[in-house]
Every structure is written in C-alpha cells, then in structure tokens.
C-alpha cells in the first residue's frame, strides 16, 4: 500500500511540475506550486519525517503562496514567452539530475539499521529520550528539548527579519499611498 | 481493506481536484481546487494512519487543516484587498 501511495504521489508531483513550467499564467503557477508543496508535504508524512512535513506545509503551503502572491501584485501576472530555446538549461538539468542519481546509489537503503547515521548518535537519543523528557517522538524531542536553544535563536532570526520586512513593507505602502489617493 | 480502498479514492478525488487547479479558467476554481487538495491531502493521512496503524498521524492531520484554512483565507483575503484597490494589471 505504502509503493501505490509513494507511485501516486510521485506521479502526482511531476504532473504538477511539468503544468508549473509550461504555464504562462503565474497566479495558477503559484496555486500549484502551493499543491506541489502539500503533495512533497504528504510524501514527507509518509516517509514518517513529521516535522520535515510541518515545515513543508506551513512555509510552502501556507506562507509562501502568499509572498508570491503579494510580489505578483507589484510585478504583474503573466510571464513573458521564453526569448532563447531552452535546450542548453534542459541539458544542464538531466546531466545534474544523472549525477545526483549517481550519487545517490552510494546512499544506504532507505530504514537501513546499519546505516552510518543510525550508529552515531542516535541509540544514545533513542534510549534517553524516553526516561529524559518522555516524549514519545524522539525527533521531536531533539529538536523541541536537546536543542531548545538552538530553535529557539532560530525562531528570534525569523521573527526578526519577518518584523524587518514588515516594517519595510508598511513604510513603502504609505509613500505609494499618498499621492494617489485622498483618502 | 477498507481504509486502502479510502486512502485510494482520496487519491483520486487529489487528482480530479488537480484537473481543475490545472484547467480552472478563473482564479476562484484555482483557490477552490487548491483547499480541496488540502483537504484531501489531509484526510488521505488520517486514512494512510490507520493503514499503517500509526494514530498519532491524526495530529499532524489537524494541524494540516488548520494551516489549509488560514492559507485559503490568506489567499482569499489578499484577493478582497486586490479587488477594493485594483493597481496596475489585475488578474
């Protein structure tokens, strides 16, 4: 069941791909980048990473559309026909692709128990986390409790740039505002 | 047995939901295809769950309907301002 729902989404994911670089229309490109990212979301679901999958569905889901929509606000909303053919960038993407896929071979099986990763650090987590602070996710327990501090500074930056942006956004609006209009 | 069969029409309906975001001729049937992907995305974890008899994946479902809500009405929002003062090309 898992293979049919991997199968579907994947397939799902590159339907919503190639629309995306064939469309002209960018508001529709922006609703299907925002379902592009909930599919890649339900994938990482799947694939049981939960916080990866939040992060996928609050920032390019939720957060993202919006920014795009407001910067196709101030840019305009069709995108103009391509003025060379795209053969070189096309080629340069499958060469890439290739390479990753090669590289990829080298990677352990996907769940691999004796995989480098899973002999590091982890058994230390696996077993503490449990007596240590009793959260029945351990990922989220790192991120959330053994690196506390660390997403906590992280959520300071966010926030201090998103009050940065804010602030430069409102300023601007104004200024646009009053010569227009008298209200 | 049953929730596969569930989880693999919620598949279908994403798709169908897609023919529309991919065809919608207007912005609203984009919107509307883009919350019904949500939706469907969301209860295909609650079904996918179940399948695989991990329950707590009915957090993380709910709090994807949470995010699907405000994002449409993020979007929706953004198009009322968009309407009461048009600037420029509109779509």
Redesign the interface.
Known sequence: MNLVLDIALLALMGIVAIAIIRLRDLVAVTMLASIYSLLAATMFVILDAADVAFTEAAVGAGISTVLMLAALNLTGFTEKAPLRSAFVPVLIVIATGLVLGYGMMDLPRYGDPSAPIHLHVAPKYLQDTGPEIGIPNVVTAVLASYRGYDTLGETTVIFTAGLGVTLLLSGRRRRRATPESSS | MMF?AA??AM?AT??LA?VR??A?PT?FD??A??NM??TK?TL??VA?GF??DRT??LD?AL??AL??F??TV??LR?YRV?AENP?????
């Open positions: 596969a989880a693999i598949l994403t798709a897609m975001a991919l919608g912005v984009r919107i295809a883009l992907v949500g995305v295909l974890i996918a399948l695989i707590d994946y993380i709090t994807y995010i699907n405000i994002g993020a979007v953004f968009e600037r420029g090309d509109s779509a």
